[in-house]
């Protein structure tokens, strides 16, 4: 009984103190300054043990805080820093169950709005936008993330799924059309809806040349002599200071 009182006490002290945090149980809390320091220590030392600690004190404080906002941020650049490591079936696993328990918790009774392509519309009324917004925005770079690593182990039906559900939950981030694109095109689907995907990626962030070179390898597949051309001089425009693995796309496709 004793123990229990000390913690609840604890707990409702620590919440006076920072209630931004919003925990909502003493193990959660607890479970989440242990990530958080697991994490500081992994960004000092950049040592996997460190990364792996963080992982595993992140899985058991989704156990009782399922949805809360800083644990899904800790959650998604764990996943992040997996991806950027190459350790992928790590990376998939966090994402997933950071956003699938975000969708559970915080946005279970929003309605995510319908893809329309070319027709971007608000998310919610203006009066709160800028908060379900970032919700809505968040939780689409954790699915497109989560595609990412999905790919990455061959997992190219899931990844399709997952950065469907990233388009569904925002459809003016430019990155899962521009996935989309690319996995159609590596499922052989058609290409009039590759061709439009690429144009919604476009249509969000036209300076990118890696979309234009995608698009103008559909077109010259497609003996769209002209569009090929088009693109590919968009491309040239920018694609002196991107990647050497870009500019080498560039170079096949161009």
């Known amino acids: 009984l004793v123990p229990n009182l000390v ?28 990530a958080l320091d697991m994490y500081e220590r992994y960004n000092h030392h950049k040592k996997d043990d460190y990364l792996n600690s963080c992982h595993d004190k992140c899985i058991q404080a989704l ?38 328990e975000k969708e559970n918790i915080e946005i279970s009774s929003i309605c995510p709005p319908p893809r329309t392509f070319s027709k971007p519309i608000a998310f ?32 190219i039906a899931d ?31 058609d290409s ?8 919604e990626a476009i249509e969000i962030e036209p300076k990118m040349p890696l979309i234009h070179v995608s698009l103008a390898a559909i077109y010259k597949k497609s003996n769209r002599t ?4 088009d693109h590919c001089e968009i491309a040239r425009k920018y694609i002196a200071n991107e990647e050497e693995y870009n500019q080498a796309c560039f170079e096949v496709v161009c």
Not at 79 to 87: H, P, S
Request: with cysteine; proline share 2%.
């Open 192 to 199: 009039t809806l590759i061709i439009e995907y690429y144009k």
């Open 63 to 100: 156990y009782y805080e399922k949805g809360h906002h800083l644990l899904f941020e800790l959650c998604y650049q764990v996943g992040l820093d997996y991806l950027n490591r190459g350790m992928f079936e790590k990376s998939k696993e966090i994402l997933y169950l950071a956003a699938v």
């Open 226 to 229: 002209s569009e090929y051309r």
């Open 159 to 189: 990844a399709y799924q997952s950065y469907k559900k990233s388009n569904e939950f925002d459809i003016q981030y430019w990155a899962p059309y521009y996935n989309l694109g690319r996995i159609c095109s590596k499922l052989e689907k």
């Open 124 to 155: 919610v009324a203006q009066a709160d936008a800028p908060c379900k917004k970032d919700i809505f925005h968040r939780y689409a770079m954790a699915w497109n993330m989560l595609g990412i690593a999905q790919e990455n182990l061959a997992l």
């Open 7 to 34: 913690k609840e006490l604890a707990l409702k002290i620590y919440k006076d103190i920072s209630p931004q945090c919003n925990v909502r149980t003493c193990e959660g809390l607890r479970y989440l300054i242990d």
